[in-house]
């Protein structure tokens, strides 16, 4: 099937985990037999975020695991992760991760792992600045995870000597660079919560990387040359930080550009996939033209309640003006994948927003332009008081075929792989060869 | 758009990963495992596939396959976890464009649980998957022999490989241990170990004509193995193989030594290329496999175990001999 990008064209939670499970068993089932090879997926790549994602994936057994830092196709057997230099790696939670995927009967998922050493790495003085900051908003909280993502990005800009996931290989360096960080941490936040000590840290940060491959850049291509991979992007297109709705954005790259460079400087490229559901949904405050209150009440996530830093999950209706606007800035892809159909069969009275009542016009498309948080933050003003102007919804995959102006790929009927149908010409495994 | 599900505290993952610490590869073994693990099971096996497919239009069939038995001490973990890499090794500098690569493990049919254990060839690393099923024995006869004539049988009987099979080239075939094989495999053992049964015992030489009709076989002697000086066991494997008798000193370069000798025999690469890539490659094996690799390349010369080429001290990999 060759490589595929999986973006997730929303605020996040469409479905890129199970999206990312389905490529990865049936590229399996369709190479099963002999001979070996062919569509089988090799590796799972993670190109932005780090241990605050939770991708949902429901084996057809019903095993549920909720991917962060492995990457969704990890309970098909063979498929590898790789975590790129783009990823903020938390060895802390990753370790609980593995433990939970070998108690659902994972062999050895650590094994399976490969990190790039340029990544950065996530401490626990990270999540807790993030947590004291973020609790210092009060009610202008941003919708963070508290996990200490942003904090991880912002350090390593003003800080050269970031901790990063090589440095777990030389221990007085990385404990002079943990010292630093908490440092920083206490001199910031002289009420913030306790944090463990460097040396604490770094011993457990050392058990990482003596149990976790950490490699160079010369691993990613060898990687693409074994076999098919799949990119995992993390959150979503409007959670962007550049082009997502400022300040209620995340500090990572959520389209495809991530990705991009790492196959540009492979010499390999990949097909574009870009997932939605058949409605509308937000974790965390922020702009949210087509809420419904009533839907929230209706179609609480199953995965996804309201989280202690994050507030409340949201549901609302298809939303083409925000979809289109993610299109433009990620330029576009090669198909998509509608998840959760089942719920929309089940719900005639969703609708599709095609245009937003904004500044007393309609408004059908959202201006776009290089990174400019002014211009981010004025569109955020503006979408804060945007009305949607709706249709019936009708049927799904075909009025978003229409609305978005690209082929359906892939349809999700439910939580698990099985609930899943390729699309009769424009089956996933044809995306690279159309 | 996300969450924190997972618990960052720091004591629990230092302990996590102390606890999983050398669990790893070695799942199924550790597991408390005693018979050979279904996938691996030669028994009733037709042959283990190599195929051409639209994918991968030349393959070439490579089989490693090592001794498993209490002799080898260490050697056979050290295996497990170093040989993943092997894919990644021939790909990367482009030696071997389409390799399929099977894993097996050698044990004793006289008194073994595992005398035999074949995956299947692989074109990606779900050949991890084959090596985390292997058993180890911990144990092992007293005899120095093992039954390598029940692998080469299997290996000349029961593998099909398209790379020799349509375009008429052969594969490669390395078994790495530390003692004799048995003189013949015996007909009572091959019915038992992997089912069928020939007219006769068949004389391993016989085996070794066979195979070397469609691979190309190496004997890789770990020289931290409990047998490696043993003047028989060289003098056994070199009458049977001649100048494909490699000893190792440093069993952390095997991936490195098998991969050269591939992009050797390939016409990929010169020694000194080999050399040079491990080096760009950040591995520190060179001076290992350089010394593994003269040797094959000196077959003229009687092999010595001590023998170092001049200008091959540990700095690193000088040579530039053309096999």
């Known amino acids: 099937m060759g490589h595929v990008i999986v973006v997730d064209l929303g605020f996040g939670d469409a479905g890129k985990g199970t999206v990312v499970d389905h490529l990865c068993r049936t590229a399996a089932l369709r190479a099963g037999g002999r001979p070996p090879t062919s569509n089988k997926v090799t590796a799972v790549v993670r190109f932005n975020g780090g241990a605050q994602a939770a991708h949902n994936v429901v084996a057809p057994d019903g095993r549920h695991h909720t991917f962060a830092q492995f990457g969704s196709g990890t309970f098909t057997p063979g498929v590898r992760t790789h975590l790129s230099r783009f990823m903020l790696v938390d060895p802390l939670a990753l370790a609980a991760e593995a433990e939970h995927l070998r108690a659902l009967g994972v062999p050895d998922p650590l094994g399976r792992l490969t990190v790039d050493g340029e990544a950065l790495l996530t401490t626990p003085y990270h999540r807790a600045a993030n947590r004291a900051r973020e609790s210092a908003r009060g009610a202008a909280r941003h919708g963070s995870c508290g996990m200490g993502i942003g904090e991880t990005a912002s350090y390593a800009l003003a800080h050269d000597d970031a901790p990063r996931a090589g440095d777990c290989l030389s221990p007085a360096r990385l404990r002079r660079r943990l010292a630093a960080v908490r440092d920083w941490y206490r001199a910031a936040f002289p009420g913030g919560e306790d944090v463990p000590d460097a040396g604490a840290c770094a011993e457990a940060f050392t058990a990482f990387a003596e149990r976790v491959r950490i490699v160079g850049p010369g691993h990613l291509p060898a990687l693409l040359r074994t076999g098919n991979v799949v990119f995992e992007g993390a959150q979503g297109v409007l959670l962007d930080e550049w082009h997502g709705f400022h300040p209620y954005t995340t500090w990572s790259t959520t389209t495809f550009a991530n990705a991009e460079t790492l196959l540009a400087e492979a010499g390999a490229s990949a097909a574009r996939l870009g997932v939605l559901r058949a409605y509308a949904t937000r974790h965390g405050p922020g702009p949210f033209v087509t809420e419904d209150p009533a839907l929230t009440a209706d179609l609480p996530d199953r995965h996804n309640g309201t989280g202690r830093w994050q507030g409340a999950f949201r549901v609302g209706h298809l939303d083409a003006v925000a979809l289109r606007y993610a299109l433009e800035v990620t330029g576009g892809v090669d198909g998509l994948a509608v998840t959760h159909l089942d719920v929309a069969g089940a719900r005639p009275d969703l609708r599709v927003c095609h245009s937003y009542e904004m500044d007393g016009e309609r408004v059908g498309r959202l201006e776009t332009g290089p990174p400019d948080l002014d211009r981010q933050a004025a569109l955020t003003r503006r979408l804060l008081t945007a009305r949607p102007v709706y249709a019936p919804l009708g049927r799904p995959v075909e009025t978003i075929e229409a609305a978005l102006g690209a082929p359906v790929v892939l349809r999700s009927h439910g939580p698990a792989s099985t609930d899943k149908r390729s699309d009769h010409f424009w089956t996933p495994i044809d995306l690279s060869v159309r | ?323």
């Open chain 2, 1 to 323: 758009m996300g969450s924190g599900n997972w618990s960052t505290d720091v004591y629990a993952a230092h302990a996590s990963y102390r606890a999983s610490t050398g669990a790893s590869a070695f799942a199924y073994s550790d597991g408390g495992a005693t018979a050979v693990h279904p996938d691996l099971d030669p028994r009733g096996v037709t042959a283990r596939e190599s195929r051409d497919s639209a994918d991968h239009p030349e393959s070439l069939a490579i089989g490693v396959l090592f001794d498993v038995t209490g002799s080898m001490g260490t050697v056979p973990r050290t295996l497990q976890a170093k040989l993943p890499d092997l894919l990644g090794l021939l790909l990367r500098k482009g030696y071997v464009e389409h390799p399929h690569i099977l894993f097996g493990a050698v044990g004793d049919a006289t008194c073994d649980r595992a005398p035999l254990q074949v995956g299947q060839f692989e074109a990606d690393n779900r050949m991890d998957d084959d090596l985390g099923k292997i058993l180890l024995e911990g144990g092992g006869g007293g005899q120095m022999r093992e039954s390598y004539e029940l692998a080469m049988y299997f290996m000349a009987r029961h593998t099909s490989i398209d790379c020799f099979d349509k375009r008429g080239k052969r594969g490669y075939l390395f078994m790495i241990g530390d003692e004799l094989a048995y003189p013949k495999a015996k007909r009572r053992e091959i019915a038992a170990v992997i089912g069928g049964e020939p007219d006769e015992d068949v004389p391993i030489a016989e085996l070794v004509r066979e195979l070397q009709r469609r691979y190309d076989v190496y004997f890789i002697i770990p020289e931290g193995a409990y047998h490696a000086g043993n003047r028989e066991l060289k003098d056994f494997w070199q009458g049977l193989l001649g100048q494909n008798v490699l000893y190792l000193d440093d069993l952390d370069a095997v991936c490195e030594t098998i991969a050269l000798t591939v992009g050797l025999a390939e016409d990929a690469i010169d020694l000194g290329e080999g050399l040079e890539h491990l080096a760009e490659a950040g591995s520190d094996a060179g001076a290992s496999v350089s010394r593994a690799l003269a040797r094959l390349d000196a077959a003229r010369a009687p092999v010595a175990v001590s023998s170092t080429p001049p200008g091959l001290d540990a700095s690193g990999p000088t040579a530039t001999t053309r096999l």
